[in-house]
Nanobody
Framework: VQLQASGGGLVQTGGSLRLSCSASGDIFSSYRLGWFRQAPGKEREFVAAIRWRDANKYYADFVKGRFTISRDAAKNTMYLQMNSAKPEDTAVYYC??????????WGQGTLVTVSS
């Protein structure tokens, strides 16, 4: 599985941004796809995930009500719609694909900067 993240950039506080993660390869063997983020000087943290089979969704508490994860199975693409952005959302966002075994493939990161 190969993953390509895109859509990062600069957004003002309160603004919106949509990240995309395009997948190629045997995506149908993936159990969940999702996003982590890593802010400068901080550890990588979970943001959201979606189960590929039935689109069941999981969110970190700090993004509930603001971010929405979705997927387009026909395009093998996952999205993260970021609304009501906050400066603390500034980070490099990484998409991943997790197998049932727990092994995960990672894409390269895309930088999101939220200006105050």
């Amino acid at each position: 599985v190969q993953l390509q993240a895109s859509g990062g950039g600069l957004v003002q506080t309160g603004g919106s941004l949509r990240l995309s993660c395009s997948a190629s390869g045997d995506i149908f063997s993936s159990y969940r796809l999702g996003w982590f983020r890593q802010a400068p000087g901080k550890e990588r943290e979970f943001v959201a995930a979606i189960r590929w089979r039935d689109a069941n969704k999981y969110y970190a508490d700090f993004v509930k009500g603001r971010f929405t994860i979705s997927r387009d199975a026909a395009k093998n693409t996952m999205y993260l719609q970021m609304n009501s952005a906050k400066p603390e959302d500034t980070a490099v966002y990484y998409c991943y694909a997790e197998l049932k075994s727990g092994y995960a493939y990672w894409g390269q990161g895309t930088l999101v900067t939220v200006s105050s």
